[in-house]
C-alpha cells in the first residue's frame, strides 16, 4: 500500500495505491516547508481520521510538495510523514518532479507550474534542470495566483481598477488598506491569501482589464522562465495548476506571441503522477 501525494501551497491532493490499482483519495490543506513546521504539517495529517485510519499500513509514502527544494526543507516534511507513517518508506522531493513526471511523454520539454506560484524545468526522462530559480510570491511567481492578486490589490489601493470591478470588490470583500496590509505584512501565509482573490478575478475574465492583466503576467513568466532554456522553441512546453487550466485562451495568447508551443495543459496532476509510478520506475532526478 503507498500514498502519492502532490501539494501546493494551497491544497495537497493524496492517492492511496493498493497492487498497481487506486483504491482511495483524500485532500490536505497545502504544506511548504517554508511556511509549515513540522508541528503543524504532522498536525493538519493526524487530524484527518481518514488518512489516521490507514496510516500503519501504508508502506511507501511519496511526497512531491513546493518549498521542498532542498534536504534542510525535505526533512521538515519527511520527519512529520515519519510520525505519521510509522510503518513507510519516506520519500520527499521537490513540486517540479512532480510536474515533470505527471507531464513526460517520452521525449525532452519543459514542464511549468502555475497555480498559487510559479516555476519551471527541463526533463528528458532522466535528467530534471531548472535553468532559473523560483523567488516566491514577493520577488517571482510571475503568472500565479499570488502574483494575480497582489496586482489586484495594487492597483485597488491606487485607485487604478476599472468602476465596474472596483465596485464588485468593495461589495463582495469590503476591505480596508489597514485590512490588507494585516493579511499581506503581519499574518503567516500571505502567497494563500493573495492567490485567494483568483476566483474573484476569474469572474470578471471577460473584462478587458483582467484579460489584458493575465496576458502580461503569462507572458511575464514565460520571458523568465520558458525562453530561458536553450532551443525552447524547439520543444513542447507542458503547463500544470489551476492558472494554466482556467487562462488557457490568456496562456496561448502569450505563447504564441513569443513563438513557444503548447503541450499539455492540466489543472490537476496528481492523476498522471500515479500512473506514472504505476507504470514506471522512478529515475533519479538532479536540481
Same mark, same amino acid.
Given at each position: 500500500m503507498k500514498l502519492i501525494i502532490e501539494s501546493g501551497s494551497t491544497k495537497s491532493d493524496w492517492v492511496l495505491v493498493e497492487? *498497481?490499482?487506486? /483504491? #482511495?483519495r483524500y485532500k490536505t490543506m497545502g504544506y511548504n516547508p517554508f511556511f509549515h513546521n513540522e508541528t503543524i504539517i504532522f498536525n493538519s495529517i493526524n487530524q484527518n481520521r481518514e488518512i489516521k485510519r490507514i496510516s500503519k499500513d501504508v508502506k511507501e509514502v511519496f511526497f512531491y510538495g513546493a518549498g521542498c527544494s532542498? !534536504?534542510? $526543507? #525535505?526533512?521538515v +516534511?519527511?520527519?512529520?510523514?515519519?510520525?505519521v507513517f510509522c510503518n513507510a518508506i519516506i520519500s520527499v522531493d521537490h513540486d517540479l518532479v512532480a510536474c515533470a513526471f505527471a507531464t513526460y511523454e517520452g521525449v525532452p520539454a519543459i514542464s511549468c507550474i502555475l497555480g498559487t506560484g510559479s516555476n519551471s524545468c527541463?526533463?528528458?526522462?532522466? #535528467?530534471? +534542470?531548472e535553468a532559473v530559480p523560483a523567488l516566491g510570491y514577493i520577488l517571482g511567481d510571475e503568472g500565479a495566483g499570488s502574483y494575480y492578486g497582489? !496586482?489586484?490589490? /495594487?492597483?485597488? $489601493?491606487?485607485?487604478? $481598477?476599472? !468602476?465596474?470591478?472596483?465596485d464588485d470588490f468593495v461589495n463582495e470583500f469590503n476591505l480596508t488598506k489597514a485590512d490588507i496590509f494585516d493579511s499581506t505584512y503581519m499574518k503567516p501565509h500571505a502567497n494563500v491569501y493573495l492567490a485567494s482573490f483568483m476566483r474573484f478575478i476569474s469572474k470578471h475574465i471577460e473584462n478587458s482589464y483582467v484579460d489584458d492583466m493575465i496576458k502580461k503576467g503569462m507572458k511575464h513568466f514565460m520571458e #523568465?522562465? +520558458?525562453?530561458?532554456y536553450e532551443n525552447y522553441q524547439e520543444m513542447k512546453v507542458h503547463f500544470i *495548476?489551476?492558472?494554466s487550466s482556467i487562462f488557457k485562451n490568456q496562456l496561448e495568447h502569450a505563447a504564441q506571441e513569443l *513563438?513557444?508551443? +503548447? *503541450? $499539455?495543459?492540466?489543472?490537476?496532476p496528481v492523476d498522471r503522477l500515479v500512473q506514472y509510478h504505476i507504470n514506471k520506475p522512478i529515475q533519479k532526478t538532479a536540481l
Open positions: 497492487k *498497481g490499482i487506486e /483504491t #482511495n532542498s !534536504k534542510e $526543507l #525535505n526533512s +516534511v519527511e520527519k512529520a510523514l515519519r510520525k527541463m526533463f528528458d526522462g532522466e #535528467n530534471l +534542470v497582489k !496586482k489586484l490589490l /495594487t492597483d485597488f $489601493l491606487y485607485g487604478k $481598477l476599472p !468602476k465596474e470591478i472596483n #523568465n522562465h +520558458v525562453c530561458c *495548476g489551476s492558472m *513563438g513557444i508551443d +503548447v *503541450g $499539455l495543459i492540466i489543472k490537476q
